[in-house]
């Protein structure tokens, strides 16, 4: 066992978190919940995403919420993209950092995106060149890396070829997706073991759905495997439409509240945290997804 | 690491989980419960208690449940007494499992059962000798064993040499109780291999609830030591009337999944237990708190 002794995290609510969420929050709220995220020390927080209105109704205000933050030093606020349309228009805003998605899923390929495997890795390629010659960090999502609601189990060997391919093509890091939930101790290590052989664990993030109450175990077996960033949602906002159940991405609270126990550094400030998660809950209508959150209720 | 091939869990819903519900449950439909538990496959049902009516309402009519059940051969349906009334109360109502506890904290000690620490320790002697002359197997949780809510931090030695006292007053068992939640990793490994020294751990269980949401990553830890018995609560039921936020035990549903992913074997019908969890959840007027429960929802 080697744990990391710092843990980058990624906030992923106000952008994987909100995308799934079937409020739509006004542009202000959205700019005070980043602002919130910043001020409890969040140092990556995905803001938003340049994907069709037509496609994610909850985010089509992008290209006013990202101009708009007020961004502090040494903080990141990548935006989703998924063509060189949604570049465009990220760079116009002002986009530093972006972040790409595919799938080894045929089927999850078609469904999510319309468009075979092939395509889609040709088509991000473009895209990954682009953005780097624009001087943009790229980071890529690979989903359904431990299952697909349509495939049912994914081999690690595809996921581990397709992060090498993009790694190849200029992307900065690679995020794990483990977007339905289904994902277990074994299954994540032999994945982590066979994506490890291809891509160097510093540029590995992992990004784990609550869907069946999984995720912390399956973070606690990247930590063991040495990986130190962990992507997450306060209040565990969101989730994924094509999964069973109410769960979204882990929360941020929850992960924090292990990492702090393991005193593994994040630079993270739990109270502010659980603030900002009862915020945007309370504009969401629901009370926010994390044991921690609650558990601090009557404090 | 070295995970056992087979896990036993002990299903304590119908007495840890009941006894903390506000709802109280008919004597017939916690009948009806138990029956359901053991079709689903768990070996071992904490089916009730024998503590006084007036500081456990929800239970009081141990007595009439116990012999009222259509007891399965191969099941094990321990009873939780308290002291030599409990015992014999239970004995007179056919009970052949039971389980004491007590604590290292004095301060809770005194708050939950008004004694200092070495007085619970000679109360519990008393009730295991005469628990084990009877025939009896003998189970002892151990509370607060990472943490307590008057005290905060727990010397693992001191949970080691009280383990080490009650298998030598003849218990067959110990459960180590995080009753609070607040146990994380580090502090859970660190626990068990200070335990271990003492007391071998194919004699000892883990009991963790799920306040902060870390229940599931701490009995990963659990298995890696080689610990076979976990304590659960189908639906998520309870939870610690000292404890903040409102998460009980860890669910029995999202530890056979769990367990189911790493090819651990249970003897559990999953569906079965979700249909147990799901029946009694509707009687105590809430949802399954189970993550695995609720994604299985449009099943």
Request: charge should be negative.
């Amino acid at each position: 066992m080697s744990f990391p002794k710092r843990v980058t995290i990624v906030e992923v609510g106000p952008r994987d978190g909100l995308q799934n969420e079937s409020e739509i929050i006004p542009t202000p709220i959205k700019i005070e919940f980043i602002h919130q995220l910043a001020a409890a020390g969040l140092s990556v927080i995905e803001a938003t995403s340049f994907v069709s209105k037509k496609w994610v109704p909850a985010l089509a205000d992008g290209s006013d919420v990202l101009p708009a933050l007020n961004q502090h030093a040494g903080v990141r606020y990548p935006v989703l993209v998924p063509n060189e349309t949604g570049l465009n228009a990220a760079l116009a805003a002002g986009a530093k950092d972006i972040a790409v998605f595919t799938t080894p899923s045929e089927t999850f390929s078609m469904k999510n995106t319309n468009c075979t495997v092939a395509d889609s890795l040709a088509r991000m390629k473009t895209v990954i060149t682009q953005a780097k010659h624009a001087g943009c960090r790229v980071r890529a999502y690979i989903s359904c890396v431990l299952g697909c609601p349509y495939e049912g189990d994914i081999l690690p060997d595809s996921v581990a070829a397709m992060a090498y391919a993009l790694m190849n093509d200029g992307c900065d890091e690679i995020s794990l997706g483990d977007t339905i939930g289904v994902g277990t101790p074994g299954k994540t290590l032999a994945l982590l073991e066979t994506v490890m052989k291809k891509v160097h664990r510093d540029q590995l993030a992992v990004h784990f759905h609550d869907t069946y109450g999984q995720a912390l175990v399956n973070i606690y077996v990247a930590l063991q495997c040495g990986i130190a960033t962990i992507d997450s949602a306060v209040a565990g906002l969101g989730g994924c439409p094509y999964a069973a159940g109410a769960s979204g991405n882990v929360a941020t609270e929850d992960v924090v509240y292990l990492l702090n126990g393991m005193g593994i550094e994040t630079g993270v400030n739990l109270e502010k945290l659980i603030a900002a998660g009862r915020f945007i809950a309370k504009k969401l209508g629901h009370p926010p997804r994390s044991r921690v959150n609650a558990a601090f209720g009557d404090k």
